[in-house]
């Protein structure tokens, strides 16, 4: 009886040890953005509370692990797994919502964010946005400060010139005020451009993250990372676990490699990884044309527009199925200007 109970008990170790074996495995995270909290007359970027209090309670409930943003790229640059279904949080344009409505909840459930600033919005006091002190505050309490430039342009329109003193400026405020340089960067509008995302690397940030979706994984680089929108109109509880719940889709070979589109509509395809094994299901959605065609041969993905993209920018996002009925997402955000 006894060796019996230790076999069984043995078995039950072994199935423990190998879900938590399962768990720790993860080469990517999911990544959250969100802008404004309970301010109502911005619907585009802002959540509303109960939203936000829903999506607080999803993460500390389900099978999640929220962590800070820089510890999630430094175990992703290592190659140090994380946990399955990891999620930061990051938040824009450091409003002051954040502060008043977004700080004592997450405070509340144990977590932190990562807030990018536009210095100088805050070095002019602007009403609505918060102040050094405070975020002196959120630094104190955990918070993550990254950089969105010093005026919040759009970097690909600006010169080269031009984008570094927006950098190498608030790069300087940052160190007044704070003491630190970030390492982290986010695209203002999530526009980026080659020759920003060098920019950006020049003035010695590690990672940089813009506005479309997908799972973060760094298998394509650091500086085209993605994360999920959260607002009213995309904010419900299901869009928010399909997310968390989402598996990265691997792409390299991109082409067009510069989001800042010379000839549109683009010629778009990319390479999937070999471990990527649903290439025949791999569907591609754009706003305006809806589901788009895609060609494949071998692992080499084709897809096409009817017609030019549209608009300052303009996203088109792919999915694939994954195990455990998850989906793979991949997404690219052009600007067609």
């Not at 879900?19 to 911005?42: C, N, P, T």
């Not at 790069?171 to 005020?177: G, K, L, T, V």
């Not at 569907?283 to 993209?309: H, Q, T, W």
């Amino acid at each position: 009886m006894i060796s019996r109970l230790l076999i069984v008990s043995g078995v039950v170790l072994g199935l423990l040890l190998g879900f938590v074996g399962q768990a720790v495995a993860a080469d990517h995270a999911v990544i959250l953005m969100y802008h404004r909290f309970g301010e109502d007359r911005f619907p585009s970027t802002n959540v509303r509370l109960t939203q936000f209090e829903d999506h607080l309670q999803v993460l500390a409930q389900g099978d999640y692990t929220v962590l800070p943003l820089d510890d999630i790229v430094a175990r992703l640059q290592s190659g140090t797994p994380l946990p399955d279904r990891t999620v930061g949080i990051t938040i824009d344009d450091a409003y002051l919502s954040v502060y008043d409505e977004a700080f004592p909840r997450l405070q509340a459930y144990g977590f932190t964010a990562t807030v990018f600033v536009a210095t100088q919005s805050v070095d002019r006091g602007l009403r609505g946005y918060m102040s050094w002190d405070q975020l002196r505050e959120l630094q104190a309490a955990g918070f993550g400060i990254g950089s969105q430039t010093r005026t919040h342009p759009h970097m690909h329109r600006l010169s080269t010139n031009q984008n570094r003193d927006e950098l190498e400026v608030s790069n300087s405020r940052f160190i007044a005020e704070l003491g630190m340089r970030p390492d982290l960067f986010a695209y203002p509008y999530g526009e980026y451009s080659l020759s920003v995302i060098d920019a950006v690397r020049d003035a010695g940030f590690i990672a940089a993250f813009g506005q479309h979706s997908g799972i973060a994984h760094g298998y394509d680089g650091f500086f085209e990372l993605p994360r999920f929108a959260m607002n009213e109109q995309y904010g419900s509880r299901d869009r928010l676990e399909l997310a968390i719940n989402g598996l990265p889709l691997k792409v390299d070979q991109i082409v067009p490699e510069d989001v800042v589109l010379t000839d549109n509509p683009p010629a778009y395809g990319f390479t999937l990884s070999a471990d990527m094994d649903q290439e025949r299901q791999l569907r591609c959605f754009n706003s305006n044309y809806g589901k788009l065609d895609v060609a494949i041969l071998g692992k080499r993905a084709e897809i096409r527009m009817p017609g030019p993209l549209s608009g300052p920018r303009a996203k088109v996002n792919c999915t694939m199925p994954g195990p455990e009925g998850r989906w793979r997402w991949f997404g690219r955000q052009f600007l067609p200007e």
